[in-house]
């Protein structure tokens, strides 16, 4: 089985477990704060999805959210030697828990591998419109099989922009601050509650681009891929290359990034 066949079965086994279980109930916990919560889903779908992979693939390294440490390493560390690594499976079992625990679709399974530091495969599964987003390293993006690209817009006051609220305060107040900036500019915004499926959307033009502050490698790793291999830009917010450890995410179709970073920093 090619990387890219087992990121999609193992994405597309996780996301039928997570819609099953979006009805029949389940147990919530709150992590850092109250403002971050956690479900025994997210769980079982890392743990689905590690299983998976370490099984078609067992000399790979695994990151997931839910249990972030490779071989009882600190996030931070890991990242670091992801340079040195030659697999590294980067997954979000769940991106967008709070619309999942609301029971609002638009949550989705975020599933990247990078080798050494370098993504190849990244895959954002939305289970409950069964959208396949995908992008292999020079091989283009595509969603259902179709190939996909970014949106033509060049100027922010004809772009839609997206944005989310991580738990964390000090990102919090980042992203209103550059909301703040960028209601001014682009023609709107909108928040769909997953920065996964955000980044998707900016490959597939839906969206012209999406930013967010604080995030994590397994919120963005995949979806970054997918918008690079689309032909749009990812960066941070102040416009340095993308990379494992970058946290400020700011990804848009590329011809409005430099206007869209100037209201960011
Ligand atoms: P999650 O649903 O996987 O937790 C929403 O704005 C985005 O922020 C989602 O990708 C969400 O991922 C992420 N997020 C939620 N809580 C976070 C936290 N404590 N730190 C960083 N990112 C978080
Ligand atoms: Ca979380
Ligand atoms: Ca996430
Ligand atoms: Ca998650």
Redesign the pocket.
Known sequence: MTYLETAQMMARTAGSLIKQRMDSGFATEE??SS??V?TEV?KASEELIRKGILLQHPDHRFLG?EESFVSGKPLQEVLLEAQNEPFLWVV?P??????FVQGIPG?TVSIALACRGELTVGVVYDPVLDEMFWAEKGQGAYLNGKPIQVASADQLGRSVIAT?????MQ?RGAVYNGLGRLLEQCRTIR?L????RHLAYVGAGRLHGFW?N???A??VAAGALIVQEAGGTVTDTRGEAYSLLTRDITASNGRIHEAFVSCLE
């Open positions: 992590k850092s403002f971050d956690v997210d959210e979000d769940i991106d967008g828990t709070s619309n949550f989310g609220f991580p738990s964390n990102a928040s509650g997953s920065a996964a967010e604080g995030l994590n397994w919120d």
